[in-house]
T-cell receptor
Framework: QKEVEQNSGPLSVPEGAIASLNCTYSDRGSQSFFWYRQYSGKSPELIMFIYSNGDKEDGRFTAQLNKASQYVSLLIRDSQPSDSATYLC?????????FGKGTTLSVSS | DADVTQTPRNRITKTGKRIMLECSQTKGHDRMYWYRQDPGLGLRLIYYSFDVKDINKGEISDGYSVSRQAQAKFSLSLESAIPNQTALYFCATAGTSGRASTGELFFGEGSRLTVL
């Protein structure tokens, strides 16, 4: 069974710090990888996707992919209280996205 | 108006009742999905459909059925609801061309179902 693993947290960081979120996946054939942010009771919203090894930056967010290690991460620089949410890692199996259980991030002011 | 619309947004029902959750989309996407979310368990795939005649089971399809009435409409039914089906249900769509071909999902606002 294809699996996506994330630390559930909570991950607590002070305002202005870097938050690092990690994800591993089991299906070596996976091609694209997603990070979604979800506020309590709301629908997930896409932050970034990545499909090539290395780093991809978008504003304060950087996604990192290492296919050999089957590892995806999300770095959030200059963390803000508004970044406090659950972050879902998702892997494209070719037919659907399989999600991890999510990591809860808390940014204190 | 939202691109992916779910109705009802909230529903409380009793054990044994039949419930239908509806999803409609204006994104023109072929692929539609139903996911279930429970606290601490992330999103789990119930059913997915690539077109009107192509419906597939996900990892937790037992106790659920679906109907793809049109390209834009995908309904989820609970024939006889039970309390452990209490959850937040999301409909999502995905395209198959351009950036959408990466598999990115576009979510509805969710339907919160409580089974007593």
């Amino acid at each position: 069974q294809k699996e996506v693993e994330q630390n559930s947290g909570p991950l607590s960081v002070p305002e202005g710090a870097i938050a690092s979120l990690n994800c591993t996946y089991s299906d070596r054939g996976s091609q694209s990888f997603f990070w979604y942010r979800q506020y309590s009771g709301k629908s997930p919203e896409l932050i970034m996707f990545i499909y090539s090894n290395g780093d991809k930056e978008d504003g304060r967010f950087t996604a990192q992919l290492n296919k050999a290690s089957q590892y995806v991460s999300l770095l959030i620089r200059d963390s803000q209280p508004s970044d406090s949410a659950t972050y879902l890692c998702a892997v494209n199996t070719g037919t659907a996205l399989i999600f991890g259980k999510g990591t809860t991030l808390s940014v204190s002011s | 108006d939202a691109d992916v619309t779910q109705t009802p947004r909230n529903r409380i029902t009793k054990t044994g009742k039949r419930i239908m959750l509806e999803c409609s989309q204006t994104k023109g996407h072929d692929r539609m999905y139903w996911y279930r979310q429970d606290p601490g368990l992330g999103l789990r795939l119930i059913y997915y459909s690539f077109d009107v005649k192509d419906i597939n089971k996900g990892e937790i399809s037992d106790g659920y059925s679906v109907s793809r009435q049109a390209q834009a409409k995908f309904s989820l039914s609970l024939e006889s609801a039970i309390p452990n089906q209490t959850a937040l249900y999301f409909c999502a769509t995905a395209g198959t061309s351009g950036r959408a071909s990466t598999g990115e999902l576009f979510f509805g606002e969710g339907s919160r179902l409580t089974v007593l």
